[in-house]
């Protein structure tokens, strides 16, 4: 219903966020559970785990048996894992360099080229910096959702 509302196609990639208005820990059971995920086709984030850069699409709240939340439709943007900096000699720059380059990029693009890569790709365009691969799931994660799964556990 979101999604209408925001004026988005159901291939538009998103990201999902939530906020508990009453800090219930059983509303944050339910929506990590499984089963959310599998009928939203989404992983929801927690708002407080998003980084500054999150661009709100639309957002809505609701109240589910005396339980309160927000939800946010973000739009899908790339995250890179915090160990980046060491796999990048420590140098800070770099990582931001990377950081506006996969920013930049079409998420399907990167997608498919990390298909293609079989999970790697090299980006070689970084003026100033040398080439550096980087893994899916590893380096870099292509939504908050992804991210936010790989570093629950």
Do not use: W
């Not at 709100?56 to 915090?82: G, K, N, Q, W």
């Not at 800070?92 to 996969?102: C, Q």
């Not at 790697?120 to 994660?141: A, M, N, S, W």
Request: hydrophobic share 40%; glycine share 4%; aromatic share 8%.
């Amino acid at each position: 219903k979101l999604r209408k509302t925001a004026q988005l196609e159901p291939t538009d990639l998103i990201d999902v966020y939530y906020e508990s208005v009453d800090n219930s820990n059983t509303l944050e059971e339910i929506l990590q559970s499984q089963y959310i995920r599998d009928v939203l086709g989404n992983s929801l984030v927690p708002k407080a785990a998003a980084t500054s850069d999150m661009v709100v699409i639309c957002e809505e709240s609701h109240t589910v048996h005396d339980m309160s939340f927000v939800i946010y439709i973000a739009r899908c943007m790339p995250v890179l894992a915090a160990d980046l900096l060491s796999y990048a000699s420590g140098n800070s720059d770099h990582v931001e360099a990377l950081r506006v380059y996969l920013l930049s990029r079409s998420i399907s693009r990167l997608k498919n080229e990390f298909q293609t890569g079989n999970g790697k790709i090299t980006v070689r365009c970084i003026e100033g910096y040398p080439p550096i691969d980087l893994q899916l799931g590893k380096h870099v994660f292509l939504s908050a959702g992804d991210f936010y799964q790989a570093n629950r556990s």
